[in-house]
């Protein structure tokens, strides 16, 4: 059986019904701002008469510390590497869409985390290339839907898919067993199974015998996104229209997570910020939302002290969180060669490999079946296998509708409303009402 490599079964065709929206108000976020391109491997002396390629992404992306990078210049001596991270996705994306504008400013290639996919597509189609027509794409390795995802209504495929985000719940093994609950993941898996007002009672007997300064949960928001997500249809209809006002499924997974607030499960916490990093070693809650691509990065926040401290049982409802694609805009100077790169960054070989090292569950197919992904378990969540878990969970997930702005909605409800409610003690109804306003004010509605 394969271990996972870093210190930080095969997927049935029923995968197809996988998630692919993202929920999160951001993705990935946690890798340090880069104003200048850092280049992958190598040293800058050598670079001399290769074609540089530039690859913008958000957060800890996974591309280079999964040493794709490294690799793609090993195997082909003329080209160097360069990527710029800047950390939330939410200061990202504004910045790509203004570059795509003005057609400056724009790696080779950039990054799009899935809330984001549909607006591109729709209206900076033409701005991209068609990666379908790319050395070495290959639709036929990739999920139906997920190829769709990147697609123009003309055809033109302008982002091709690096992951999905098939959820588990991942959790402080010590923490549960001071607070009297099983830790063996199948019987942790057992405590909510198939309803996520179980979790919430799992998080009620948790708290009744809980360390000191320990929360059941990272915070609200993140209680809500993973509810979410658990839907097909959460903020805009199969007809294009915003429907998260009206939808019982958000409205579910609102009042859910307004409970944990006011239960005081939570730790108060927003994602992706220092003291959510801090928390993942320094024990502050037990539980927290886990799409597959955050395995490497509670490894990475965690580090030696959260080690062999952490472990990944299934969600009370498969559900999905997050995904990304890459794209090449037209404008950029290298366009040949940088399709090149994305087709071979996204091919299922480095899809697996980028599973292997950092947790980033491939929306390729036709990588379930390599060992990298079948055979696969995590060292640092007690050698979980991980393959096995999140394929499961990516069998049942919904294929969620896509809208423009599912960004600014998730974004605003957790950010806007949730946090309020967790943070600030405001009523379920105040916040509701500040994150529909925002929203309001966001759409010019």
């Not at 702005?405 to 109804?429: F, H, R, T």
């Amino acid at each position: 059986m394969r271990t996972m490599r870093t210190r930080s079964r095969t997927a049935r065709k029923a995968v197809v019904l996988a998630a692919v929206a993202a929920l999160g108000t951001s993705l990935l976020a946690g890798c340090a701002s880069d104003d200048e391109p850092e280049a992958a491997g190598g040293d800058a002396g050598s670079d001399q008469g290769k074609t540089t390629l530039t690859v913008g992404v958000f957060g800890a992306f996974g591309l280079k510390e999964a040493g794709l990078y490294d690799q793609y210049m090993k195997e082909n001596k003329d080209v160097v590497i360069k990527q710029t991270s800047i950390e939330r996705n939410e200061n990202y994306y504004p910045q790509l869409l203004t570059h795509l504008g003005t057609g400056s400013g724009l790696a080779d290639i950039q990054a799009v985390e899935a809330n984001n996919i549909a607006e591109i597509v729709q209206t900076q189609g033409d701005k991209l290339e068609d990666l379908s027509k790319a050395p070495g794409a290959d639709k036929a390795a990739f999920l139906e839907w997920k190829w769709a995802q990147g697609t123009t209504e003309a055809g033109k495929t302008v982002g091709l898919g690096t992951d999905i985000g098939p959820q588990g719940i991942c959790y402080r093994k010590d923490l549960f067993e001071k607070a009297g609950l099983p830790t063996d993941r199948e019987e942790v898996g057992k405590l909510w199974a198939g309803d996520w007002d179980k979790y919430l009672e799992a998080g009620k007997e948790f708290q009744k015998k809980a360390p000191k300064g320990a929360k059941f949960v990272d915070g609200a928001p993140g209680v809500m996104a993973a509810v979410t997500g658990s839907s097909e249809t959460r903020y805009y209809d199969d007809k294009g229209e915003v429907v998260y006002k009206s939808n019982p499924a958000v409205k579910e997974a609102w009042d859910l997570a307004a409970e944990f607030a006011s239960e005081g499960l939570t730790a108060k916490l927003q994602q992706f910020t220092p003291g959510w990093d801090q928390g993942f070693s320094n024990g502050t809650f037990a539980t927290v939302s886990c799409p597959a691509w955050m395995l490497g990065y509670i490894q990475d926040k965690g580090g030696e002290k959260g080690a062999d401290k952490w472990d990944v049982a299934q969600a009370p409802k498969p559900s999905n969180w997050g995904g990304s694609f890459l794209t090449v805009p037209s404008a950029g100077k290298n366009k040949e060669e940088a399709a090149k790169l994305a087709a071979w960054l996204t091919a299922p070989k480095q899809q697996a490999k980028l599973f292997a090292e950092r947790g980033s569950f491939p929306s390729a197919q036709a990588a379930y079946d390599l060992p990298e992904i079948a055979d696969a378990k995590h060292e640092y969540f007690d050698d979980a296998p991980i393959g096995k878990i999140f394929a499961q969970a990516a069998e049942g997930a919904p294929v969620q509708i896509l809208g423009p702005k599912d960004l600014v909605i998730a974004q605003n409800l957790a950010d806007v409303g949730m946090l309020q409610v967790d943070q600030k003690g405001k009523s379920s109804e105040e916040g509701w009402k500040a994150a529909v306003k925002a929203i309001d004010n966001a759409l010019d509605q």
